[in-house]
């Protein structure tokens, strides 16, 4: 038999979701039989697999002791790098600066060093996560960029954040915006681009078309040239929509490809200027809540920018030309 009793970083959540992260050696099918049978209680009466659980709720679970062994702890975070640039943190949020080749997750070669792991790390050694004391929550992120785009991330200390963030990424109360060099000069220099994306997953690269197709998702990309030297653009990119590859895609539709983009870009080109990487950096976030954020309503109005970039630097040094 096991008793919980649910921490504030629990509290909102499904009662099945809790215990399949909390406990995953319980089979789903054992676990709502379970519920059914009232092996599973909460506050010792009759509960459902959709009821929310509240901070101070106590879960109990009568199954065998085997389905509550845990392996030996060992925390993956552990073998991360230190190296992480802080933007801004308080109790809550945490904003970080992901510089270019470093993955935001582990993928499927797993890879050690990722931004959530040095972030989880980050947070571990300042005494302000202990995997021991947490029954399912671990901190996450909330947006995400390709390895090779360098920029802003937010990343949730809590629960309560984490789905207040959420939700206003989704609705769009979250803005960034990118940085990128492209080849040429866009006319006309500020525009809304508009089409229609297809992935090719075996490819892992997309396509963009003017009509829709059977898979083909709306994108529109907005796009302002702040600058040109020679035969580059610096541009700034407010993406309207948010698809895999779209700033890359979308700018190499209208034959201004980023530079160093060996995917949708000339490699000739990317050659003679030095860039082997796309160059693109999502370098300002601005939090601009429609919709009450509850505990992170001071975040309201906030932005935040990066303001060293390094190919910004380069393109106006001559470097690149």
């Not at 009662?15 to 092996?39: D, G, H, W």
């Amino acid at each position: 038999m096991k008793q919980i009793v649910i921490k504030k970083n629990d509290a909102g959540q499904r009662l099945n979701k809790f215990i399949e992260k909390s406990f995953p050696a319980i089979p789903a099918s054992l676990m709502y039989k379970s519920i059914r049978t009232k092996n599973i209680k909460v506050n010792r009466k009759r509960c459902t697999p959709d009821q929310k659980l509240c901070e101070g709720d106590l879960v109990d679970i009568w199954l065998k002791d085997e389905f509550f062994v845990q392996p030996p702890h060992k925390y993956e975070f552990t073998n991360a790098s230190d190296r992480i640039n802080v933007i801004y943190e308080d109790n809550n949020i945490i904003i970080v600066n992901k510089p270019q080749g470093l993955i935001v997750h582990p993928d499927e070669n797993y890879e050690p060093d990722t931004l959530i792991f040095r972030i989880q790390k980050y947070m571990f050694q300042k005494g302000e996560y202990d995997p021991d004391n947490e029954n399912s929550f671990t901190p996450a992120l909330v947006n995400r960029i390709d390895r090779n785009t360098e920029g802003l991330v937010i990343a949730a200390k809590n629960a309560v954040s984490l789905r207040i963030l959420n939700a206003k990424m989704k609705s769009r109360e979250i803005h960034k915006k990118y940085l990128c060099i492209v080849s040429g000069r866009p006319e006309p220099k500020e525009a809304t681009l508009e089409g229609f994306l297809e992935k090719n997953e075996k490819q892992n690269r997309v396509y963009i078309e003017k009509k829709r197709s059977e898979n083909g998702k709306t994108i529109r990309t907005h796009y302002k040239v702040i600058d040109t030297v020679n035969h580059f653009s610096l541009v700034e990119i407010d993406l309207l929509t948010g698809r895999t590859h779209q700033i890359r895609a979308h700018m190499a539709s209208i034959g201004h490809p980023l530079l160093g983009d060996g995917k949708y870009g000339t490699n000739k080109i990317n050659r003679s200027a030095g860039y082997y990487k796309q160059v693109l950096c999502s370098y300002k976030l601005t939090f601009d809540f429609k919709t009450d954020a509850e505990d992170l309503n001071y975040l309201n109005g906030k932005s935040f920018e990066i303001e060293n970039i390094s190919f910004v630097n380069d393109f106006y040094s001559g470097k690149i030309g």
